[in-house]
């Protein structure tokens, strides 16, 4: 055997001898580094998203007014001793209103449109919104039961500002993912 100290150049991709080939397809192995490019179909994504939950805040902040006030007219005439009884009422009550202004304005371009289509929307709507509510009672259940807090403003803190809080995230990302969901509007987010 002889030893030479000549390399031995092997053409890429023929041999198991790496070479280093530059690429344009790879920055660094250009040398140069550049910022990742924004995928084209995000822009207009975030865009969408954005304004959605723009209306989603405008509607969730008119319905929290009705719910705030059925809420504390209950509380202040036939339900006095029921804070439960009293925000599951005027839960009921704002949602109403919500799967309306939703429907119509927020998630227009998602939503059902066939009637068995709009069936399965509307319990998914309901389903929905009964997690949010119970989100929303347990907050008001701890602060006023087990934690002795039983004053209105305790109550409206817990059930009203925490338990409000919490379920309206549940909510916007259950009617984006599950509720609001064309099966149209699904394939072409797939194919993009």
Partial sequence: MTRTDTPVLVPPGTGSVPTPVASSAHPAATGT?????VRPALVPRLLATAKQLASFGTIGAVCFLIDLGVYNLLRATVLPDGPIAAKIVS??????????????????????????????????FAATNVIGLGIAAACLFVSHYVLGFTSTLADNVAGNGVG??????????AYKALVFRSTDAHAKEHAA
Wanted: aromatic letters at 8%; hydrophobic letters at 50%.
């Fill in 164 to 173: 409000l809080v919490l379920g309206t995230v549940f909510r916007f990302a």
């Fill in 91 to 124: 839960a009921v009550v704002a949602t109403a209103i919500a799967w309306l202004a939703n429907r119509s304005i927020t998630f227009r371009s998602q939503r059902q449109t066939g009637r068995r289509e709009t069936l399965r929307e509307g319990l998914l």
């Fill in 33 to 37: 580094l550049t910022a990742p490019a």
